[in-house]
């Protein structure tokens, strides 16, 4: 079982885009997927048109089975919803005296090996559960969108995984650049080099501008769903490939 955590503690870079389009993209050649919401926003569940009623804060506070916890989003993918619960959450994990690093793990083991794969959504704001997801997830895919302050609070989140990686071993996969938008290709060419020289073959293929993106974001669709020929359904298409 592959977990997989979209993460970087910058907003707006396209993190909850992308692991939807990573789950769903993986769910669609046939694997059989969770997808997890560790952020209070919960935009992962509106992302795919639902309104669950419980979620990972329910499995986090022990009410009832995790599987009651666990809506189908779509045919082989599932979905453990955030929201606003999730502050509570955050709260007991703070109060733990052992291992609090390890609490999601903890309530997720139940779920060890019925998944093959198991993508995290992370908040972008630093949170007990922030730090978790990194302690649960063994491989990191961290969005960066193309301005110049994304590519530099990159180094700071590039230090907070170091840390977690001398307890636990998490693997950053992939720089992902989001945002590439060629109408500003001297800017974007700028900040893809500088990412380039600092973390090499990390850096993927990237997920263009679109605003195909947001427009099917709103109608509770998936790019494929909504609009199959956009260009971004081309590159979450081959970025859930080159995951699989
Ligand atoms: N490649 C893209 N092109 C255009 N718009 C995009 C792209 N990716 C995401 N968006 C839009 O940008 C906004 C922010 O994206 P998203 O919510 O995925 O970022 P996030 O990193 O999860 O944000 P947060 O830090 O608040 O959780 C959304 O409205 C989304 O629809
Ligand atoms: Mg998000």
Do not use: C
Request: charged fraction near 25%.
């Amino acid at each position: 079982m592959r977990k997989i955590a979209v993460a970087n503690r910058k907003g707006g870079v396209g993190k909850t885009t992308s692991a939807v389009h990573l789950a769903a993209g993986l769910a669609l050649a046939g694997r059989k997927v969770l997808l997890i919401d560790t952020d209070a926003q919960g935009h992962t569940a509106r992302l795919l048109g639902l309104k669950p009623e419980k979620g990972l804060a329910d499995l986090m506070e022990g009410r009832g089975a995790p599987s009651g916890a666990i809506v189908q989003a779509r045919p082989g993918l599932d979905l453990l919803a955030g929201g606003k619960a999730l502050a509570g959450v955050n709260r007991l994990i703070a109060r733990e005296s052992i291992r609090p690093e390890e609490q999601l793990s903890k309530a997720l083991a139940e779920l060890e090996g019925k998944y093959e794969y198991v993508v995290v959504d992370t908040s972008p704001s630093f949170s007990e559960l922030g730090t978790n997801v990194l302690f649960y997830a063994t491989e990191a895919i961290v969005p960066v969108s193309m301005e110049v302050l994304a590519a530099e609070g990159l180094v700071s989140f590039s230090e907070e995984i170091r840390h977690v990686q001398e307890y636990h071993a998490l693997a950053v996969r992939w720089i992902l650049p989001t945002f590439v938008d060629m109408r500003t290709r001297a800017k974007t060419e700028q900040i893809l080099d500088g990412l380039r020289g600092k973390y090499g073959e990390l850096v993927t293929f990237p997920v263009h501008y679109s605003s195909a993106l947001s427009e099917a974001s709103a109608w509770g669709k998936t790019i494929w769903e909504y609009k199959a020929r956009d260009r971004a359904a081309e590159d979450y298409a081959k970025i859930a490939g080159a995951v699989a």
